[in-house]
């Protein structure tokens, strides 16, 4: 039992690049969610999926896609990276949206040079 | 203002002693209220949940919540040099996380 599982765990881009952040859960979760945390900034949302078929926008959507491919996984996609998306990026799972506990996966340290 | 708000930190207590971390949120119909402890370079995990008025206790931890005032707290008693980390606290309908709070528990 994995949990949260997400990749690659670093990454480093030049601007204009594009790249896919992967993550799968195993706890048959219907919820996932997309975060990027900056330091001193705490947590702020990028996107989410409330159910499977289904993603709307969080805090901080701009320069990102994402997909829902089934309900194991969603991916995050940054179509031209941009320095200021330099960032740690944790996906995450849970039962429902937002009414119950968040598991995170490891994270994935991006730097877009 | 922010929708969330963490009492500044950083906290720094002695061994066992007990830490009190604050945190207040804007959004009235808040129903879930969170504490997750992280450390560094490591995700986000969780201590406390809380969803109705009043305190909740789970070993040496301590949450309470008072929706009239808008404001959740998380104690820990008996401080280790392990609790040592950022705690966050998150609230609201789409659950906004606050900017964190670094405590550091020296012997």
């Known amino acids: 039992n994995a949990g949260v599982t997400q990749t690659p765990k670093f990454q480093v881009l030049k601007t204009g690049q594009s790249m896919t952040l992967q993550c799968a859960q195993d706890?048959?979760?219907?919820?996932m969610y997309w975060y990027r945390q900056d330091p001193g900034m705490g947590l702020r949302l990028i996107y989410y999926?409330?159910?499977?078929?289904?993603?709307d926008k969080g805090e901080v959507p701009n320069g990102y896609n994402v997909s829902r491919l089934n309900k194991r996984e969603f991916s995050l996609r940054l179509e031209s990276a941009a320095p200021s998306q330099t960032s740690v990026y944790f996906c995450?799972?849970?039962?429902?949206?937002?009414?119950?506990?968040?598991?995170f996966g490891p994270g994935t340290r991006l730097t877009v040079l | 203002q922010k929708e969330v708000e963490q009492n500044s930190g950083p906290l720094s207590v002695p061994e066992g002693a007990i830490a009190s971390l604050n945190c207040t949120y804007s959004?009235?119909?808040?129903?879930?209220f969170f504490w997750y402890r992280q450390y560094s370079g490591k995700s986000p995990e969780l201590i406390m949940s809380?969803?109705?008025?009043g305190d909740k206790e789970d070993g040496r931890f301590t949450a309470q919540l008072n929706k009239a005032s808008q404001y959740v707290s998380l104690l820990i008693r008996d401080s280790q040099p392990s609790d040592s980390a950022t705690y966050l606290c998150?609230?609201?309908?789409?659950?906004?996380f606050g900017q964190g709070t670094i405590l550091t528990v020296h012997p």
């Open positions: 999926s409330a159910s499977e078929g289904t993603t």
């Open positions: 959004d009235r119909g808040s129903q879930s």
């Open positions: 809380i969803y109705s008025n």
């Open positions: 706890m048959n979760h219907n919820s």
């Open positions: 998150a609230a609201g309908g789409k659950l906004t």
């Open positions: 995450a799972s849970s039962e429902a949206p937002f009414l119950r506990e968040q598991f």
